[in-house]
Each structure stands twice: as structure tokens, then as C-alpha cells.
């Protein structure tokens, strides 16, 4: 039996942008045929976008069969409508483990709206899109080591999965790599801006930019030394980058403004499990 096979049936409950990702992620990784898995998304553009995949879509809970038992179930729903969401996939659940990807909705709300379920809440981001990613789970007590392995395995067809013993740590990584990607993409559009302004096309100052994130984030990744080394290693002294460098970490400006940004993101998300 192949690994695809094992992996049994999946239900994706929603299909935007995240859910999408997610899908083409799972396919172009064998994690699973496109005949095994089953999209439910009420938005009639967004369940075609899900069918030009291959895979099997219903408009509604209420169109699933009602003997349908999937091995896997992901929730990629708003976390605003989570709650009202889940009953109706209770008869389904009874055998799955469920993943919860929506910000900010804990376990609980799980367990109340589907009873005593194995379930995972995880936090990825959308350079999953193209097996990039960063994905922090924390798992139930009902979850078994055959269904946390099965859920290792589909998430990591987005990138790096990492597990957390401690809930409420869903919430950092929810500031940190969750949000994070928006972070990056507005330092982008900031350098690029900055490059403009010094006069560079600015098609040439955009390219810069992103070809510079794109290669320093390569090296970091790839150097076995810290990220503070290589910033001392490309900075000399009474040069360029020394002078700009001046800029950012005077008084620790901007170690100072991505922890404020990253506080509101956590803020956010507990706010978040509290409306849930």
C-alpha cells in the first residue's frame, strides 16, 4: 500500500484563499488523490475553483452523505463563524481528526461545537502555498500518534511543521509567522519605495527589493551561524550599511516597532478565542 493511501479521505470545510493554498499544496505533494477529498465552500466561484482541482464539492454540510466518515477534517472557515459552523458536521467527525486553522479559535470551541473530538489547532501561513511555510500545532489529549502523524504529514506538504505543548503558545506563533508574511511583503513595498525615492526606476527598485528578502532569508536559512553574525559579517565598519544600520537600531527603533506590531497581533488573537 502506498503512502497516498493510507491517508484516507479528507474534508476541507471552506475555500478561500488559505484553504485554497492549502489544497493545491496537499495535491502536488501526493498527500492525497483528488478523488478522496471532499470541499464544502458555499461561495459558487470559489467551490469551481475547488472542482478545476479534481476534487468532489457541496455547497453545504447538509449535501455530504450522511454516512460520510473522513479520516481528516480541516476547518478553514472565518474564526467569526466557527461556532456556528461545527454542528453541522458533528455525525461526521466521530472517527476524524479534526484541524482547525482559523486564528484565534481554541480547542474548546472545537470540543463544544463537535463533543469529545480529537483535534488540532494549527496556525499556518500562506507561503504554504508553495511548500515555504510555517506551520505550529497543538494537539488534544483525544488526538492518537497514528492521527498526529497523519496531520505532520498534511502539513507538511506546505513546509515546516512545528508542535507546542501549551495552547495559549498558538497565539505568539500567530504574531510571529502567521501574521509575519504581511510583515515581510510591507518591508518590501517600503524598501522598494525608499529605492524610488532615490531615484531608481521603479520597476528596478521593486525587483531589488524583493530579490534582496528573497536572498537574505535563502542565507539565513542556509548558514549554520545566527542571524546577528551575518548582519556583523555584511556590515563594515564606517561603511554603508553601518550608516544605515545606525537608522534602525538606534534605541532599538525597530526591534521596538515589530515587538508593538507582534504585541497587537497576540492581542488580536486572544481577543479572538475570547469572542469565539
Known sequence: MTEVATNGELLLVGCGNMGRAMLQGWLAAGFIRPDDVHVVEPAEALRAEAAALGVRTYASAEALDAGFKPATVVLAVKPQVMAVVLPAYRSHVTESVVVSIAAGIPVSVLETGLAAVAAVRAMPNTP???????????????????????????????????????????????????????????????????????????????????????????????????????????????????????????????????????TAAHSRAVELAGEA
Do not use: C, W
Open 128 to 262: 504554504a502555498a508553495i511548500g515555504k511555510g510555517s506551520t505550529v500545532i497543538f494537539a488534544n489529549e483525544h488526538v492518537s500518534h497514528e492521527q498526529a502523524e497523519r496531520v505532520a504529514r498534511l502539513l507538511s506538504a506546505g513546509g515546516a511543521v512545528h508542535s507546542v505543548e501549551r495552547e495559549a503558545l498558538i497565539d505568539a506563533a500567530t504574531a510571529l509567522s502567521g501574521s509575519g508574511p504581511a510583515y515581510v511583503f510591507h518591508f518590501i513595498e517600503a524598501l522598494a519605495e525608499a529605492g524610488t525615492q532615490l531615484g531608481l526606476p521603479p520597476q528596478t527598485a521593486l525587483a531589488l527589493a524583493r530579490e534582496t528578502v528573497f536572498g537574505a532569508g535563502a542565507l539565513a536559512m542556509a548558514a549554520d551561524i545566527p542571524p546577528a553574525e551575518l548582519r556583523r559579517q555584511v556590515t563594515s565598519p564606517g561603511g554603508t550599511t553601518e550608516a544605515a544600520l545606525r537608522v534602525l537600531m538606534e534605541n532599538d527603533a525597530l526591534k521596538d516597532l515589530l515587538g508593538l506590531a507582534a
